[in-house]
């Protein structure tokens, strides 16, 4: 049984970094698409960008100045880290998987971690 | 970019009756080469991340009752409810994934 689960600290400071990790467990991540998904409290869902496990990338235009998402095979992982946050940035972030192609849908969500930017 | 509308944003259904949810996008999402539309749904529980339930338009997810069905093709999508039940209430998506960024409806919210 596939399974991810989001980790890292629940509160940053604004002009500071975020940073996430997502464990993924019940199948390699080589070969998938993986993806951050954010959703800020009680709005919609908003794609960050994903990687492939070759270490290709791809960001939503509206935050690619800001993210950076990495991959780890051999602990079967993947980050997110997104700079310079505001109030703005306040959200549940999913990490999602997608498939062998990157033109997928996404078939298996995290529980999601709610990372507030706050002082 | 494409972007992704839903309509209606909330809508209220007796148990057992009919919900028709709509999802339109800024341009086609059908790659003609394969003919297969590039148009995801997912519903969304309170506290719960999102669930897939329909993949290419109108492809049933494993263990998804099959009151769930969607249709359409191009621009204009529908996913159809066609008896509720108690456990249907939910936020539902519509997600285009032919061409990044990957974008998502705005959301319908199904209540009875």
């Known amino acids: 049984q596939v399974q991810l689960q989001e980790s890292g600290p629940g509160l940053v400071k604004p002009s500071e970094t975020l940073s996430l990790t997502c464990a993924v467990s019940g199948a390699s991540i080589r070969s998938y698409h993986l993806s951050w998904i954010r959703q800020p409290p009680g709005e919609g869902l908003e794609w960050i960008g994903y990687i492939y496990y070759s270490g290709s990338t791809n960001y939503n235009p509206s935050l690619k100045s800001r993210v950076t998402i990495s991959i780890d095979t051999s602990k079967n992982q993947f980050s997110l880290k997104l700079s310079s946050v505001t109030a703005a940035d306040t959200a549940v972030y999913y990490c999602a998987r997608g498939g062998s192609d990157y033109d997928t849908p996404f078939d298996y969500w995290g529980q999601g971690a709610l990372v507030t930017v706050s002082s | 970019d494409i972007v992704m509308t839903q309509s209606p944003d909330s809508l209220a259904v007796s148990l057992g009756e009919r919900a028709t949810i709509n999802c339109k996008s800024s341009r086609s999402v059908l790659y003609y080469s394969n003919n297969k539309n590039y148009l995801a749904w997912y519903q969304q529980k309170p506290g719960q991340p999102p669930k897939l339930l329909i993949s290419?338009?109108?492809s049933r997810e494993s263990g998804v009752p099959d009151r769930f069905s969607g249709s359409g093709s191009g621009t204009d999508f529908t996913l159809t409810i066609s008896s509720l039940q108690a456990e249907d209430v939910a936020v539902y998506y519509c997600?285009?994934?032919?061409?990044?960024?990957?974008?998502f409806g705005p959301g319908t919210r199904v209540d009875v």
């Open positions: 290419w338009a109108s």
């Open positions: 997600q285009q994934y032919y061409t990044p960024p990957f974008a």
